[in-house]
């Protein structure tokens, strides 16, 4: 059974930084995708940072330059380091996982980021 593990969030104050780790256990499928999305209050779920097998990244607008999505390969881990975080980036962060040949989302909990002074 595919379990997407994150860690990291909490308190951070405006200008801090933080970082966000997410790690696929229970399957030996191949993984073509990992992302992160985020969802504040009432707002829908958007997309953060995605990084693809070839190693390629994909930022939203709104966190270019202030986030860096990263991969280990051989844990299956991805991270998401966020600078500068103000109030509008608190969120739910979720860890998003996509397989080689498999259409299915797979999804994380979620981890809360709230930027508060």
């Known amino acids: 059974q595919v379990n997407l593990v994150e860690s990291g969030g909490g308190l951070v104050q405006p200008g801090g930084s933080q970082v966000l780790s997410c790690t696929v256990a229970?399957?030996?499928?191949?993984?073509?995708?990992m992302a992160w999305y985020r969802q504040a209050s009432g707002e829908e779920r958007e997309l953060v940072a995605h990084?693809?097998?070839?190693?390629?990244?994909t930022y939203a607008d709104s966190m270019k330059g202030r986030v860096i999505i990263s991969r280990t390969t051989p844990s299956k881990t991805a991270y998401l380091q966020m600078n500068n975080l103000q109030p509008e980036d608190t969120a739910v962060y979720y860890c998003?996982?996509?397989?080689?040949?498999?259409?299915?989302?797979?999804w994380g909990k979620g981890t809360l980021v709230t930027v508060s002074s």
């Open positions: 998003n996982v996509r397989f080689g040949g498999n259409p299915m989302d797979y």
């Open positions: 229970g399957t030996s499928q191949a993984i073509y995708k």
């Open positions: 990084i693809i097998s070839d190693g390629a990244r």
